[in-house]
């Protein structure tokens, strides 16, 4: 897992428009005025859900990499936004194309055994002014 960080977090650190890359240790889950994090912030998660044993001692895992893109704000985007502010509130989604090309494909054979691939987008609701973007890629790796 840390090579997979390490990995994805080298890649992401050529991203101009990311201010801060972590972890996930739910920095968006508990806080008082605003998560201790930069903006736009990716915040790392990644999990094995399965593996297939090919020796006694290596494992080939399927991995789920969440990147959760987060930004501290999402302004006016209804109908009678004009076009200027609109533009310039629907930056969320440029910069987390800019993410998305920076992952999608990647590969390095000393760490992934496949390119990463995106399974999926998300964009839950939050109670918070927080807009999260999670982006969800697959790969497998030999442990």
Avoid at 15 to 44: H, M
Wanted: charged residues 25%; aromatic residues 8%; glycine residues 2%.
């Amino acid at each position: 897992m840390k090579a997979i960080f390490l990995y994805i977090r080298e890649l992401l650190k050529t991203v101009p428009s990311i201010a801060w890359i972590d972890l996930d240790k739910g920095q968006l889950n508990s806080y008082e005025l605003r998560p201790s994090i930069d903006f736009p912030a990716v915040l790392l998660k990644i999990e094995y859900p399965s593996t297939t044993k090919l020796s006694g001692k290596q494992q080939q895992c399927n991995a789920i990499i969440t990147a959760n893109i987060v930004f501290d704000f999402m302004d006016d985007t209804s109908s009678i936004t004009p076009n200027d502010i609109l533009e310039q509130s629907l930056k969320v989604y440029d910069i987390a194309d800019e993410v998305h090309k920076k992952l999608q494909g990647a590969m390095d054979v000393t760490v992934l055994r496949t390119p990463l691939d995106r399974a999926s987008v998300r964009d839950p609701n939050r109670a918070d002014k927080l807009k999260v973007l999670q982006y969800v890629y697959t790969t497998k790796i030999i442990e």
